[in-house]
């Protein structure tokens, strides 16, 4: 009775085991808007480039923080080059790009009041804003 005892707990232990690593190995669910990718609800879109029907990237604002996303509207879930960057005049710019499925960003930065410089591209297609949005 004892080995059977241990042997079904051992099973049970080894599938409790087996069902979390699953669970942590799966991979997160993308973003279902490029204002979910920035963090919800308090940013709103202030700007954007298209790439035909490919992926648009948008400039979007919360009141303090600069946010961009380059966000497929073409063959998602394909991968594909996708970059999304953004600077604040005077800093480094922060840029996000890879090899993407869904989109690339967000990148984020502070800049109320100051000029910044915005931008993405898909596949060989690129945008880069002048310096803008100074308010």
């Not at 069902?19 to 700007?47: F, K, N, Q, R, W």
């Not at 005049?89 to 930065?109: F, L, M, Q």
């Not at 880069?128 to 100074?134: I, K, L, Q, T, V």
Request: proline share 4%; charged share 10%; hydrophobic share 40%.
């Amino acid at each position: 009775m004892g080995i059977i005892k241990r042997s079904a707990t051992f099973a049970l232990g080894t599938a409790a085991t087996l069902a979390a690593a699953a669970t942590l190995s799966a991979p997160a669910m993308a973003a279902s808007s490029p204002i979910e990718a920035c963090g919800g609800g308090s940013y709103h879109v202030i700007d954007s480039h298209a790439y035909g029907s490919s992926a648009v990237t948008y400039l979007l604002y919360n009141g303090k923080t600069n946010c961009v996303v380059t966000w497929k509207t073409g063959a998602a879930g394909n991968t594909a080059w996708v970059r999304a960057v953004v600077q604040v005049y005077g800093s480094p710019g922060k840029v996000d790009a890879d090899n993407y499925r869904y989109y690339a960003g967000p990148v984020k930065v502070d800049a109320p009041g100051k000029c910044i410089m915005w931008g993405g591209s898909y596949g060989s297609q690129w945008y880069e804003s002048p310096w803008e949005h100074c308010g």
